[in-house]
């Protein structure tokens, strides 16, 4: 691995479409961060679009250790292999333990998988879009822009909460019925929200509705 | 198919995590949705779940008929299958030319596939959560919530309104030079709004911040 004698703050292992797009918003904010990337037509590829991306494997401490992970402070698991993740976590956590770890996960089986490794930050790589999807049928269906929205972020950070509970249980039987429990709860959450902000907003929302709300509110 | 015959104005063709997901926020709503998915494993494990899902494939048209694509207004093409689903959207097209189809992409470049077969509401799956780990990466080193959520905003708009550019070239060099002129240009933006925000604002930034920009500015 060629990295140079740097400093970044943060890592990334795994620079494809969910790394790169990461790091792209990282760059922009001139937040240093040392890219790692297996995939060596990959890194020949970033380098040609102006990214200074490093080849090597992130689950080798070694490499790790040479890519400045002792001195970083957060590691970015943005690899699209689900076992080849939990292999490269097991690693910096036995290596690094003071490297905060913000790992991406595929569903939530795999974030499962995740949580009993111990990991505290996933971030299961298809969930915000189809919420946001989800948001963007409910609006073609006349439903106003901030209500939709505000559901879809009730929704994820009630569905996060309940990821912990899930986790924890071996028994199928038990997990569908947990699960089946959980589902239904939020969306009984999502219903009395719905009819409290119904029984209180005006009509013809749109973009900017969540300035105008904030404006009445304080008038 | 086993499809009773009831009108609802979307179809979800797809009920993984991603379909799943996108069908509870709506279900939580009331919006009818009928859900269609060739796994039967995945359909009897979502029936126990408590979901109405049918066994059917629906890159078929004589199916999509029966589950009443001729009189909803929205399908939601959440299936995981890149090739199947430009087969899919290419059926819909054909047959059921009213239809509203929604399409889950799994990078920018299946989505410049979809775009060629005239697709407007492409949904990139990983791109918005790997922007919602890129803000809290931002947040965990010390930037305000409110400027890393709307550079995430930001980013996204702009990478979505330049993917329509993208899409139309088809020389490789030619593609790489634009493409990298975008991402230095999204860059730039980036940067002047956050000097432009850092000029005037306060320090110590929560969730709260945007509902209190409101009122500041409107004050």
Redesign the interface.
């Known amino acids: 691995m060629d990295v140079a004698e740097e400093f970044n703050?943060?890592i990334i292992a795994g620079f494809?479409?969910?790394?790169s797009?990461?790091g792209?918003?990282?760059?922009?904010?001139?937040?240093g961060t040392t890219i790692l990337d297996i995939d060596s037509d990959q890194v020949d590829r970033l380098r040609?679009?102006?990214f200074k991306v490093y080849y090597g494997d992130a689950s080798r401490h070694d490499l790790l250790e040479i890519a400045g992970a002792r001195k970083a402070?957060?590691i970015?698991v943005?690899i699209g292999d689900n076992e080849k993740r939990i292999e490269m976590v097991q690693t910096i956590k036995k290596h690094f333990p003071d490297l905060?770890i913000?790992v991406?996960a595929a569903?939530?089986y795999d974030a499962y998988d995740l949580m009993n490794e111990g990991m505290l930050?996933i971030?299961?790589?298809?969930?915000?879009?189809?919420?946001?999807?989800?948001?963007?049928?409910?609006k073609?269906?006349g439903?106003r822009s901030y209500t939709s929205m505000r559901?879809?972020r009730t929704?994820l950070k009630y569905?996060e909460q309940k990821l912990k509970d899930l986790a924890s249980i071996s028994d199928e039987k038990e997990y569908?019925l947990t699960?089946?429990k959980y589902?239904?709860e939020?969306?009984r959450i999502?219903?009395d929200d719905?009819s409290k902000l119904n029984a209180s907003l005006d009509e013809g929302w749109d973009e900017g509705s969540?300035?105008r709300e904030?404006?009445s509110?304080?008038?």
């Not at 494809?16 to 790394?19: D, E, K, L, P, W």
């Not at 792209?24 to 937040?31: E, K, P």
């Not at 298809?126 to 999807?133: E, H, K, Q």
């Open positions: 703050p943060v494809g479409h969910f790394g797009t990461l792209r918003l990282l760059r922009a904010h001139d937040i040609n679009m102006g402070k957060i970015v943005a905060q913000l991406r569903n939530r930050h971030y299961r790589e298809t969930v915000d879009t189809s919420l946001r999807m989800g948001v963007d049928v409910m073609m269906l439903h559901a879809a929704f569905d569908v699960a089946r589902i239904e939020l969306e999502l219903k719905r969540l300035i904030a404006n509110n304080s008038g």
